[in-house]
């Protein structure tokens, strides 16, 4: 198509997706990110409130992407016309972009509640121009998909930035796969019916394991030593 009806289509992509998906999120920002401040120095306590607010997303998102998947074309012809069914193809990818952004979108917040203002500047900064660049070289490669494709491709670097940043800066968050499938945060220290996603079957780091290892080991020594000559003083006497 021409360059007016590329756009056109990308510019409806984005009110549907950015401006009603997006009022979803605002809603639940001015609810989440005061309570996240007022507990940001307790890590516990953020790890625990970041968990629940990745639940409640997806509880609400997940069945609203699900819908607009199938109803779309309908949406679309109510709100504008047939003649921007192109977007559709858009959506095939981008809906599902969502998703993972329900799950990082927290994450986010977390940086900016810790006081961490520019590195919460230079998230951003890297999530637009990624998206920039994806778009443009997808595009030019798959067309319409390719935008859709690289919405899903720019949430999905994004969030693993995020979660690198916040463990390397704040060292309490590290990603996990509860028993029933959910995605949650933990404090790498104790959780219960949980596996890392990674190759490493324990959620304690292995630094720790070596001190907790140490300690047992010169624990027992003393222990050892002490009930020795506990009993060669009884013997003694």
């Not at 989440?32 to 639940?55: G, H």
């Not at 900064?125 to 030019?140: E, K, Q």
């Not at 596996?195 to 300690?215: A, D, R, V």
Request: with cysteine.
């Amino acid at each position: 198509g021409t360059t007016a009806e590329i756009l056109g289509f990308y510019e409806v992509s984005t009110v549907i997706l950015l401006s009603y998906v997006g009022m979803i999120f605002s809603a639940m920002s001015t609810d989440f990110y005061p309570r996240l401040t007022a507990i940001s120095s307790d890590n516990i306590k953020v790890n625990s409130l970041v968990n629940d607010q990745i639940e409640i997303a997806l509880l609400i998102i997940t069945p609203g992407i699900t819908t607009l998947y199938f109803t779309a074309p309908l949406l679309v012809e109510l709100l504008y016309s047939k003649s921007f069914f192109g977007v559709l193809l858009i959506f095939k990818a981008a809906l599902f972009a969502v998703i993972i952004k329900a799950i990082i979108w927290p994450l986010g917040f977390v940086i900016l509640a810790k006081g961490e203002n520019r590195l919460y500047f230079k998230q951003e900064l890297l999530g637009d121009a990624l998206n920039i660049v994806a778009t443009i070289i997808l595009y030019r490669f798959l067309g319409l998909v390719g935008i859709g494709i690289a919405s899903l491709i720019n949430f999905s670097i994004y969030g693993f930035y995020v979660h690198y940043i916040i463990k390397k800066k704040f060292e309490s968050y590290d990603l996990i796969d509860v028993e029933n499938g959910s995605l949650y945060y933990t404090n790498s220290i104790l959780s219960h019916n949980c596996s890392f996603l990674g190759s490493s079957n324990t959620l304690i780091n292995i630094s720790k394991i070596q001190q907790i290892l140490f300690q047992k080991e010169f624990f027992s020594v003393n222990v050892s030593i002490y009930v020795f000559f506990s009993t060669l003083r009884q013997t003694d006497g």
